[in-house]
């Protein structure tokens, strides 16, 4: 990248990951992100954000754990192989993420339901 253009907004990555099957395009712009001086921190929140919105399986939430967990151990080291780690551990969650968006998102709706009837609240009225 030149020194004139500037790093993306990991809000972008949102955007992207709204469309089936970006998978290549969603890891196209992690590398460019993280290749143009962005921060890992703001790429895990946006890709934790994600996550939640989504209508996710235990099994991704653990995932994501896993590979944030795995980039903390990399961190600590320096070197290439650290690196190359570090960035392989972002573009797998990020491909596993995009691969599986957007879903049909009705745990958020099921939970403001819930919600409602918690609190007493009439959801039909006749």
Do not use: C
């Amino acid at each position: 990248m030149g020194a004139t253009e500037e790093v993306p907004q990991p809000a972008e990555l949102l955007e992207i990951l709204n469309k089936q099957q970006q998978v290549a395009p969603a890891a196209e712009w992690v590398i460019r992100y993280l290749r143009s001086g962005g921060k890992p921190e703001p790429l895990f929140n946006v890709l934790g954000h994600a996550l939640l919105r989504e209508d996710a399986e235990f099994h991704t939430f653990q995932m994501y754990e896993a590979a944030v967990a795995e980039y903390d151990r990399w961190a600590s080291e320096s070197g290439p192989f650290a690196e190359k780690a570090r960035e392989t551990l972002i573009l797998a969650v990020t491909r596993y993420l995009a691969s599986h968006a957007p879903t049909s998102r009705e745990t958020p709706h099921t939970a403001k339901i819930a919600w409602r009837l918690h609190r007493g609240e009439k959801l039909f009225e006749e």
